[in-house]
């Protein structure tokens, strides 16, 4: 992927978190953080998603960040950073951060998946009205 936008992730990646049965949603603010995608399930959050370019470290700051209200959280970056996010693995791994991989067919591939955590009283009844 040349010169790739953020927003030129944004479709391949609403399309994967559909794909799983999820209602994708664009940026609603939800426990004063804005993930790029969240993927619900009703009135929970079941994935949040947060797309970058190149920053892999901010990126997994703010996904860490949404571990507080979603049983996933993912970082989605295009292609030409799979070396960087695969010589940093063990970043995700101790985080328990899924990565997914955007290539230039706009294919999605899941390079990491977090294992789902089981929300505590507070994240379990994650409703709509958190998210607005």
């Known amino acids: 992927m040349n010169r790739i936008s953020e927003e030129e992730l944004r479709a391949p990646v609403r399309?994967?978190?559909?794909?799983?049965?999820?209602?994708?949603?664009?940026?609603?603010?939800?426990w004063g953080k804005v993930p790029d995608i969240l993927g619900l399930d009703g009135d929970?959050?079941?994935v949040a998603i947060e797309m970058?370019?190149?920053?892999?470290?901010?990126a997994l700051y703010q996904a860490l960040m949404y571990t507080m209200f979603a049983s996933e959280s993912y970082v989605a970056m295009p292609e030409n950073k799979r070396g960087v996010?695969?010589?940093?693995?063990s970043q995700f791994e101790k985080w328990n951060i899924g990565i997914l991989i955007v290539n230039s067919?706009?294919?999605?591939?899941?390079l990491r998946t977090p294992k789902s955590r089981n929300q505590t009283a507070v994240g379990s009844n994650t409703s709509r009205s958190f998210l607005g």
């Open 15 to 30: 399309r994967w978190v559909k794909e799983r049965g999820l209602d994708p949603k664009d940026e609603i603010p939800t």
């Open 105 to 110: 067919d706009d294919d999605v591939m899941r």
């Open 44 to 46: 929970t959050v079941v």
């Open 52 to 58: 970058k370019i190149s920053n892999w470290q901010r």
């Open 85 to 89: 996010l695969i010589k940093n693995l």
